[in-house]
């Protein structure tokens, strides 16, 4: 996955919980996010050091 594709991903989910009234389901997609977030981490330090773009299963 790419930086990129990561943190369109976290944003996007991000704008989901604002529109969830449940709370736990907001505490999910944030922990989501928050997982995409760090994917978009990782891909950058891994771009910076020139190495490939990890490859994940597919998102649902």
Request: aromatic share 2%; glycine share 4%.
């Amino acid at each position: 996955m790419t930086e990129d594709h990561c943190r369109r991903r976290a944003v996007r989910l991000m704008g989901v919980m604002v529109r969830t009234p449940n709370v736990a389901d907001r505490r999910r997609l944030i922990d989501e996010a928050m997982r995409w977030n760090n994917n978009a981490m990782i891909a950058h330090d891994q771009e910076l050091r020139g190495a490939q773009p990890r490859r994940e299963k597919s998102v649902p």
